[in-house]
T-cell receptor
Framework: QKEVEQDPGPLSVPEGAIVSLNCTYS??????FMWYRQYSRKGPELLMY????GNKEDGRFTAQVDKSSKYISLFIRDSQPSDSATYLC??????????????FGQGTILTVHP | DGGITQSPKYLFRKEGQNVTLSCEQN?????MYWYRQDPGQGLRLIYY???????QKGDIAEGYSVSREKKESFPLTVTSAQKNPTAFYLC??????????????FGPGTRLTVL
């Protein structure tokens, strides 16, 4: 079993829809959770960064972490064609030997069509 | 203009040849990382380095080697021992914040194709 599982999709939605992207993880040591967005043939760019459980909102994006169920979500409101990309979730431990070591999900391919 | 640069963007090599991928950062970040990305597999960690002259193996280090002689540079060599080297290679760097966290920032990647 992979430490971070993510449905690869592809996911196709109409412009303006609310998008829900999800990951599950198995490593209880994970304390930090990230969402990266990756456009085709480009490097990933950090979208959201959360610590432990709870919600974090940034514009149209909301990241949600539920540590009790080991579930990570990213919601995109009013989705735009420019949101079409691969979305990667990642988890990381709190420090020590796990410093900097991210574990990524497989990535979900999202297409928002006009 | 700060950031992470990787060169070249596309690289073609014959089977059995070693090849070195370049990664440079001018962000003054302490840690640097190499990942490999294959379709449907996400990113997998090859090697990482927290300080100059020190580096650790990641999850898939076999067939790869690295060096960290300078803070800003972390080249990756794909050796002939790597069984399936064709992939998209991503370099990242991070700096530890005062809270003890660190965030990784990625370069644009190098697509290696072995013929």
């Amino acid at each position: 079993q992979k430490e971070v599982e993510q449905d690869p999709g592809p996911l196709s939605v109409p412009e303006g829809a609310i998008v829900s992207l999800n990951c599950t993880y198995s490593n209880s040591a994970f304390q930090y959770f990230m969402w990266y967005r990756q456009y085709s043939r480009k490097g990933p760019e950090l979208l959201m960064y959360t610590y432990s459980s709870g919600n974090k909102e940034d514009g149209r994006f909301t990241a949600q972490v539920d540590k009790s169920s080991k579930y990570i979500s990213l919601f995109i409101r009013d989705s735009q064609p420019s949101d079409s990309a691969t979305y990667l979730c990642a988890g990381k431990g709190a420090g020590g030997t796990s410093y900097g070591k991210l574990t990524f999900g497989q990535g979900t391919i999202l297409t928002v069509h006009p | 203009d700060g950031g992470i640069t990787q060169s070249p963007k596309y690289l073609f090599r014959k089977e059995g040849q070693n090849v070195t991928l370049s990664c440079e950062q001018n962000l003054n970040h302490d840690a640097m990382y190499w990942y490999r990305q294959d379709p449907g597999q996400g990113l997998r960690l090859i090697y990482y380095s927290q300080i100059v002259n020190d580096f650790q193996k990641g999850d898939i280090a076999e067939g790869y080697s690295v060096s960290r002689e300078k803070k800003e540079s972390f080249p990756l060599t794909v050796t002939s021992a790597q069984k399936n080297p064709t992939a998209f290679y991503l370099c990242a760097s991070s700096i530890r914040s005062s809270r003890g966290t660190d965030t990784q920032y990625f370069g644009p990647g190098t697509r290696l194709t072995v013929l």
